[in-house]
């Protein structure tokens, strides 16, 4: 391996129906890849099966910068399928998940990378508040991970969101694990084992 080359960071973003919202993120992205000038950036999009003109969009983007990559899917396959089908494609030494919808502040992924610079493989977000959440969205998620965590000895990460950097060792575990029945944020604790 070429010891000069940069690091490089894969930015993986599955998005559904998120047309509106994605030349925001795109921006708020695009100047933070600018800044970080010590790495390289490639931003990973998945399509899944979108209804609306997030095809067209990424593809916008693509041509205007030649950091964005995309798989697309054929139909909609919901989050985890899309995650594990973009896991397949990801080429960087360190894996940062966001949703597309801006309810992840990408402004967080420097204090991430740091992180990771410092030797963590997995360095994640976690919620301060359920801002926006009405009451029963907030005690369905309160119940579920009480529920989901008496099921298994495994220590499941309460308020934490698919937004996270993993490392490459992380990732190639990760896509080992060839469930179909996925639920990511269970094999990002099973894998510390
Ligand atoms: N998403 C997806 N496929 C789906 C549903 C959602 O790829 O079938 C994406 C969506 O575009 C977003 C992320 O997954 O980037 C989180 O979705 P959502 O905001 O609906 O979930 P929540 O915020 O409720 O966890
Ligand atoms: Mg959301």
């Given amino acids: 391996m070429n010891s000069n080359r940069k690091k490089l960071i ?3 973003v599955p998005a559904y ?7 925001l993120l795109y921006d708020r992205l695009s100047k933070l890849m600018d800044e970080q000038s010590k790495y390289d950036f490639e931003v990973l999009f998945v399509n899944d099966g979108s209804k609306d003109n997030t095809l067209d969009m990424i593809k916008f983007l693509r041509a205007k910068d030649p950091r964005v990559n995309y798989v697309n899917l054929s139909r909609n396959y919901g989050k985890e399928i ?3 089908a973009g896991f397949d494609y990801v080429k960087g030494d360190a894996l940062v998940i966001i949703d597309a919808d801006l309810q992840d502040p990408p402004e967080l ?3 991430m990378i740091k992180y990771w610079e410092e030797g963590f ?27 989901l965590q008496s099921m298994t ?7 934490t969101g698919d937004f996270r950097l993993l490392d ?3 990732v190639e575990a990760i896509k080992q694990l060839k ?15």
């Avoid at 469930?179 to 084992?193: D, F, P």
Wanted: hydrophobic letters at 30%; a positive charge; charged letters at 35%.
């Fill in 153 to 159: 000895k495994i220590e499941i990460q309460k308020d």
């Fill in 10 to 12: 894969t930015i993986l």
């Fill in 121 to 147: 493989d997995d360095v994640y977000a976690r919620r301060k508040s359920r801002k926006g959440e009405g009451p029963l969205k907030k005690l369905t998620s309160w119940g579920f991970y009480r529920t």
């Fill in 179 to 193: 469930e179909s029945q996925r639920y990511t944020k269970g094999l990002y604790s099973w894998i510390r084992l």
């Fill in 168 to 170: 490459k060792r992380c």
């Fill in 82 to 84: 899309a995650m594990a």
């Fill in 109 to 111: 992924i420097p204090e």
């Fill in 17 to 23: 129906n998120e047309h509106e919202v994605l030349s």
